[in-house]
């Protein structure tokens, strides 16, 4: 079966410090993959959907990054760190080439930055 | 990409049946209806999809009536477990209309 694997479930960071948040999949191969925000007590905001190996596409402009090194690893970067940078990260992944696309998420990883 | 809207918030107690609706005016001939369920510092779940009509499954009912402009979502005999927020997505992923827009969602508090 399938699992995606995010990490770490919690990180504080200092303003202006860098961040690297990894999403891993197993048990399928060139599957989409996608990273979300949400703010507290707010819905999930895109931020960034891979449909392929160096294959990026942002939804919103912002302080970050991401990338695709291999076909099932999703990284989520910045240089420096912003204040309104916290909150709840998730990764998700969806099969490729399904009409009825489903999302599958990962556990999350609260960022607090101060 | 179909926009949707739900209630904000629903209140019930344990046992009753819910039923959450979307409204989904502008849904494509090729768009799927899908929902998910959050927990409060976990990403949302799958709990079901559906196309039109009934599709059932352990967990939950969706019904969709022959117009496809809304959808119900019914939950039966809840619990306190099912206190959740609930999303409806619509959208086809082969036609370019991706159902990866979340919205407010449905917060759902069961009461003892």
């Known amino acids: 079966s399938q699992t995606i694997h995010q990490w770490p479930a919690t990180l504080v960071q200092p303003v202006g410090s860098p961040l690297s948040l990894e999403c891993t999949v197993e048990?399928?191969?060139?599957?989409?993959l996608y990273w979300y925000r949400q703010a507290a007590g707010r819905g999930l905001q895109l931020l960034f959907y891979?449909?392929?190996?160096?294959?990026i596409s942002s939804e919103v402009p912002q302080n970050l990054s991401a990338s695709r090194p291999q076909d099932r690893q999703f990284i989520l970067s910045s240089k420096k760190l912003l204040l309104s940078d916290s909150g709840f990260y998730l990764c998700?992944?969806?099969?490729?080439?399904?009409?009825?696309?489903?999302?599958?998420f990962g556990s999350g990883t609260q960022l607090s930055v101060l | 990409l179909a926009k949707t809207t739900q209630p904000v918030s629903m209140d019930s107690y344990e046992g009753q049946e819910v039923n959450i609706t979307c409204s989904h005016n502008?849904?494509?001939?090729?768009?799927?209806i899908t929902w998910y369920q959050q927990f409060p510092s976990q990403g949302p779940r799958f709990i079901i999809q559906?196309?039109?009509t009934k599709v059932t499954n352990e967990v939950a009912s969706l019904f969709i009536p022959a117009d496809r402009k809304s959808s119900t979502l019914s939950l039966p005999r809840v619990s306190l477990s099912d206190t959740a927020v609930y999303y409806c997505?619509?959208?086809?992923?082969?036609?370019?209309?991706?159902?990866?827009?979340f919205g407010s969602g449905t917060r759902l508090q069961v009461q003892p």
């Open positions: 048990g399928t191969s060139n599957p989409n």
């Open positions: 998700a992944w969806s099969d490729q080439g399904q009409g009825n696309e489903k999302l599958f």
């Open positions: 997505l619509v959208g086809a992923s082969n036609t370019g209309r991706r159902a990866l827009t």
């Open positions: 502008n849904i494509a001939t090729n768009d799927y």
């Open positions: 891979s449909v392929g190996i160096g294959q």
């Open positions: 559906g196309y039109k």
